[in-house]
Structure formats: structure tokens, C-alpha cells
């Protein structure tokens, strides 16, 4: 008898209200990567569709692909990996200004000076290679290179996980920060609970690849329903332990 297909992920409908962070949290494997990724193009779903507002992902990425990634932009899990060692960090920022907006060069060296103010970097790092940076730094050049495209959405995957504790505390308050300030909508990936507490506003878990449950980040950490839920927290130290076993 024939094994039935594994499906990453499975019937997956998600709402982000404009201005919010929706974060997306279960354990490596449960398919929240592959849902990123289909969200932004990188991968194509085998049946179904991916829809953003209405329109088909894959519809936009093979008919006008630009469309897409001014929708919608991604910041990976390594800072590092995700940029291109061979590119100045101008280079990498100016990319999309161009790419997308079709800015001129000046236009584009304003915007440069911009974004790397944004995101607490010194102008004179636009020289600078990827190598020549810590991750953190590293990171702050990812999320910069995503404002540049002007999406109405950024996916964040799980975006500090690779970095020290002390710098993912620096990166997810200039997020808080930026989302204040630009009335940015995000979607933060994560399998570390205690990171989606600080920063989403609702909550999905994901089982499988599929939803087990959602609702607003006071009633996920305050009073979980579904068993797998309160598994998760009963490994986050501190106060949501003694609940997760109530």
C-alpha cells in the first residue's frame, strides 16, 4: 500500500491586520519556512495557491514578478548566508531601488543613506562587504534591503535565531521600532516562543503543517487550548511552565 504524501503544509489560510505582527510559532519542521518561502515566490506550492489580497502568488511571480516583490519582502534566518559576498553593501541596497522603483542613481544614493539610518547603521558602511560584518549587523543590512523594495508586507524568518541573545534583544527592538515608525506589517517566523511573546500581536501555532491554533498573543500565553500548545510553553522557562501543566 502506498504511503500517503507529506504535505509541509496543509489548508493554511492567515490574516495580518496592516500595522500588526502576526507570528507563526512550532517546532523546526512543521512547515512554517515553507510557508514563508511559498509567500514570497521562492517556492511553488505542489496543489492549491498562495493568494496575497487577492492575487495568486504564483500568478504574480511568473507574470510580473516585480509586482510581487514590491508586495511582499523577505528577512532570512542567516544574516550572512542571505546576502551576496561579492556585492558592496550599496550595491545590495540599491539593487531593488532600482530593480523596482526604477529610482536614478541619486535618488538611489538618498534612499541608501536613508535605510542605513533606519536600521542604526553609519553611512560609510556602504562600502563595506558582508564579510566585514558581525550577524547582527549583518541582519540590520537584511531588513534594510527588504524596506528598500516599500512592501506592504515583510516576512521575517526567524530572524534572530541565529544571532547572541543580547544582539537578538538589539534586533527585535529596532523592529518594534521601525513598525512604529513606518506602520509596517509583519509576519515573524519562529519555533522560540518566548521571541514571538515580545514582538507579535496574534499568534498561529502550526502542528504538522497545519494551524492547531490562533488567537491574540494574551490568549495564547494566558490560557493555551490546544495540548500542543501548551507543550511549547511548558519548555519556555519562567511563568508559562506552571500553566502549561495546569
Known amino acids: 500500500m502506498a504511503a500517503a504524501p507529506l504535505r509541509a503544509v496543509d489548508g493554511v489560510s492567515l490574516e495580518v491586520r496592516r500595522g500588526r505582527t502576526l507570528g507563526i510559532v512550532g517546532e523546526s519542521g512543521c512547515g512554517k519556512s515553507t510557508l ?14 498562495i493568494k496575497l489580497d487577492g492575487s495568486s502568488v504564483e500568478e504574480l511571480e511568473r507574470k510580473d514578478r ?20 561579492r556585492k558592496t553593501v550599496r ?12 529610482m536614478g542613481q541619486r535618488a538611489r544614493r538618498e534612499r541608501v543613506a536613508e535605510l542605513m539610518g533606519l536600521v542604526s547603521l553609519r553611512a560609510e558602511f556602504t562600502e563595506r562587504y558582508p564579510h566585514e560584518f558581525s550577524g547582527g549587523q549583518a541582519q540590520r543590512i ?8 516599500n512592501p506592504e508586507l515583510i516576512i521575517l524568518d526567524e530572524p534572530v535565531s541565529a544571532l547572541d541573545v543580547s544582539v537578538q534583544a538589539q534586533v527585535l527592538s529596532l523592529l518594534a521600532d521601525l513598525q512604529a515608525r513606518l506602520d509596517l ?8 516562543l518566548a521571541v ?29 487550548r490546544h495540548e500542543y500548545t501548551r507543550l511549547l510553553l511548558s519548555s519556555v522557562p519562567g511563568k508559562h511552565r506552571a500553566q502549561a501543566h495546569a
Do not use: C, W
Open 196 to 224: 514571538v511573546e515580545t514582538i507579535a500581536d496574534e499568534v498561529v501555532v502550526m502542528y504538522l503543517g497545519r494551524i492547531v491554533e490562533r488567537g491574540s498573543r494574551e490568549e495564547i500565553f494566558a490560557d493555551p
Open 142 to 149: 537584511g531588513i534594510a534591503r527588504a524596506l528598500a523594495a
Open 91 to 102: 550595491a545590495i541596497l540599491e539593487a531593488p531601488l532600482k530593480a523596482l522603483h526604477g
Open 66 to 85: 516585480q509586482a510581487l516583490h514590491r508586495k511582499v519582502q523577505m528577512v532570512f534566518q542567516d544574516p550572512l548566508g542571505s546576502l551576496n559576498p
Open 185 to 192: 506589517t509583519f509576519v515573524f517566523i519562529s519555533h522560540d
Open 36 to 49: 514563508a518561502r511559498m509567500m514570497v515566490g521562492l517556492l511553488p506550492p505542489t496543489s492549491g495557491s
